[in-house]
């Protein structure tokens, strides 16, 4: 079992940098595949970046996120740089303990709660 802790979510200028972090529990976190993911009001889950070996992202926000992980902290982190309006969201941390990295979110085993980000323009 491994729980999620999300947070540094928090209201920016567009044009602004939010990092978020998840820290999990568990002893195996360096054999998880972690990703996150963001839902904006009326809108579905959607894929914004995942790291196993190699890091994966969206097209939306390539060249703008990075995500990272420390294993010895058990921690990942989602760096987020250039925000836009559209980047308003609830973003959610995700784990699966298979090592193919997908983007769909029905696929991952584990979630955290939830860190808002809101980017006004």
């Known amino acids: 079992q491994v729980q999620l802790v999300e947070s540094g979510g928090g209201l920016v200028q567009a044009g602004g940098s939010l990092r978020l972090s998840c820290a999990a529990s568990g002893r195996t976190f360096s054999t998880y595949t972690m990703a996150w993911f963001r839902q904006a009001p009326g809108k579905e889950r959607e894929f914004v970046a995942a790291i196993r070996w190699s890091t994966y992202y969206s097209d939306s926000v390539k060249g703008r996120f990075t995500i990272s992980r420390d294993n010895a902290k058990n921690t990942v982190y989602l760096q987020m740089n250039s925000l836009k309006p559209e980047d308003t969201a609830v973003y959610y941390c995700?784990?699966?303990?298979?090592?193919?990295?997908?983007?769909?979110?029905?696929?991952?085993?584990?979630w955290g709660q939830g860190t808002q980000v809101t980017v006004s323009s």
């Open positions: 995700a784990a699966r303990s298979d090592m193919v990295v997908v983007t769909t979110y029905s696929l991952y085993n584990y």
